[in-house]
Nanobody
């Protein structure tokens, strides 16, 4: 099974930026569709962005124009660049690797946007 470890979360003011990283190991990272999801307190986990093995990206409406997902297969890493952050972006952000019949999840990293 692929193992995923997120990093880069923290506390930022509204309008600020963060760059999240997800390091994968234990499997062939480059063949998987990768995604970023988030979960706020009392809410279900929701899609933020995905990127497939060919580099095709997909974004939630809330992320379009502000967030950018990318991957560096040589480093087994997927990134989420987050700009113009809003308080409603506050959540635990999770990295995911979508296999054919199973999705592997990272442990999550906290992002808090507050003034």
């Amino acid at each position: 099974q692929v193992q995923l470890v997120e990093s880069g979360g923290g506390l930022v003011q509204p309008g600020g930026s963060l760059r999240l990283s997800c390091l994968g190991s234990g499997s062939i990272f480059s063949i998987y569709t990768m995604g970023w999801y988030r979960q706020a307190p009392g809410k279900q986990r929701e899609l933020v962005a995905t990127i497939d093995s060919g580099g095709i990206t997909n974004y939630a409406d809330s992320a379009k124009g502000r967030f950018t997902i990318s991957r560096d297969n040589a480093k087994n890493t997927v990134y989420l660049q987050m700009n113009s952050l809003k308080p409603e972006d506050t959540a635990v952000y999770y990295c995911a690797a979508h296999r054919t019949y199973y999705t592997s999840w990272g442990q999550g990293t906290q992002v808090t946007v507050s003034s």
